[in-house]
């Protein structure tokens, strides 16, 4: 059975950090991308970042580069994502979602055609 199981999230004040886990079960680690996307309230969802581990590739949305850190450990099959310096715009319920690979050069090409979600974890900041 497939299985992404987020968690970590919880209240925090603007300018802290959190770090989210992604435990991913029943499938192969290294032929998926996981990514991160977030809905806030009222919100349509949106990809938040990306990685691949065969090669460590990574991507980010615009509003997170430079804040926020997308990491793996193939041996726990676990995608972090460390977020720093959150601000009240970063409040959204967090999901993670596993993507199969077909081009190597674009695993983490865009946040669409998730083949698999994990339920989600709410981020709250506070001012």
């Known amino acids: 059975e497939v299985q992404l199981q987020a968690s970590g999230g919880g209240l925090v004040q603007a300018g802290g950090s959190l770090r989210l886990s992604c435990a991913a079960s029943?499938?192969?680690?290294?032929?998926?991308?996981i990514a991160w996307f977030r809905q806030a309230p009222g919100k349509e969802r949106e990809g938040v970042s990306c990685?691949?581990?065969?090669?460590?590739?990574?991507s980010y949305v615009d509003s997170v580069k430079g804040r926020f850190i997308i990491s793996s450990d193939n041996f726990k099959n676990t995608v972090y994502l460390q977020m720093n310096s959150l601000n009240l715009e970063d409040t959204a319920v967090y999901y993670c979602?596993?993507?199969?690979?077909?081009?190597?050069?674009?695993?983490?090409?865009?946040?669409?055609?998730?083949?698999?979600w994990g339920k989600g974890t709410q981020v709250t900041v506070s001012s």
């Open positions: 979602a596993a993507r199969v690979v077909v081009s190597t050069a674009h695993a983490c090409t865009g946040f669409y055609g998730m083949d698999y």
């Open positions: 029943g499938f192969s680690f290294d032929d998926y991308a």
């Open positions: 990685i691949w581990s065969g090669d460590g590739s990574t």
